[in-house]
């Protein structure tokens, strides 16, 4: 299963790229491709898939567009 991942900010840092053309071992959820690009799980983070916020428990589906971001707020 092949997906794109792109980090945002400090993420960038932690997972060593910004943006990456991933072929995944097998299957996954939200939360654990996170865990697989090494963001600590203690970090808050927003999860899209293909331009939609996803709960980390929802599933990857090949071809998709990830982005993981810090939480961050302005006004």
Do not use: C
Not at 6 to 18: A, H, Q, R, V
Not at 31 to 39: D, M, T, W
């Amino acid at each position: 299963m092949k997906v794109t991942v792109k980090l945002i900010g400090p993420l960038i840092y932690e997972g060593g790229f910004s943006e990456k053309a991933l072929a995944l071992p097998r299957p996954m959820t939200a939360g654990e491709l996170s865990a697989y690009v090494k963001i600590d799980k203690k970090r808050p983070t927003i999860i899209t898939r293909n331009g939609k916020a996803v709960a980390p428990g929802d599933k990857l589906e090949d071809g998709d567009r990830v982005v993981i971001s810090h939480i961050y707020s302005g006004g």
